[in-house]
């Protein structure tokens, strides 16, 4: 969902995308091949595929996320990222991913003051087949 908002002293797009093994996934049904998946459903398996080099998921979930918020407090600029993830089949790795490399904006990291929820706002990044890019 986009949205413009005041956060901090920039106005910014507010684009949120929430995945993670934690909550707020939810499970009424977990699909384990793509017959009967939604348009939506297929197009977010399809790229976790691609971000992890052809591996596909071993099970799709539909996420609840959380309404967009009225406001958010800024904590502050986000320098880097670190996630864990098996890319090539071969277990677990870290990879980073520090934003502002090649000059380009560095997104602000702030939080719903309502849920105490992270948000990943704006930046000059993009996720793309090959990982984070900015």
């Given at each position: ?47 976790y ?53 090649e ?32």
């Open positions: 969902m986009d949205r413009r908002c005041r956060c901090g002293r920039r106005r910014v797009d507010l684009a949120f995308i929430e995945a993670a093994k934690a909550p707020p996934f939810t499970t009424s049904k977990t699909l384990r091949n793509s017959r009967g998946m939604s348009g939506e459903l297929q197009k977010a398996a399809d790229f595929e691609d971000l992890h080099w052809g591996i596909p998921p071993k099970a799709v979930k539909r996420a609840k996320v959380p309404r967009t918020p009225k406001a958010l407090a800024e904590l502050g600029e986000l320098e880097s990222v670190v996630y864990s993830t098996d890319k090539n089949g071969d277990g677990f790795s870290n990879y980073e991913h520090e934003f502002g490399e000059g380009g904006e560095k997104p602000l990291l702030a939080v719903d003051p309502e849920n105490k929820k992270l948000h990943v706002v704006g930046g000059d990044y993009t996720v793309e087949d090959r990982g984070i890019v900015d």
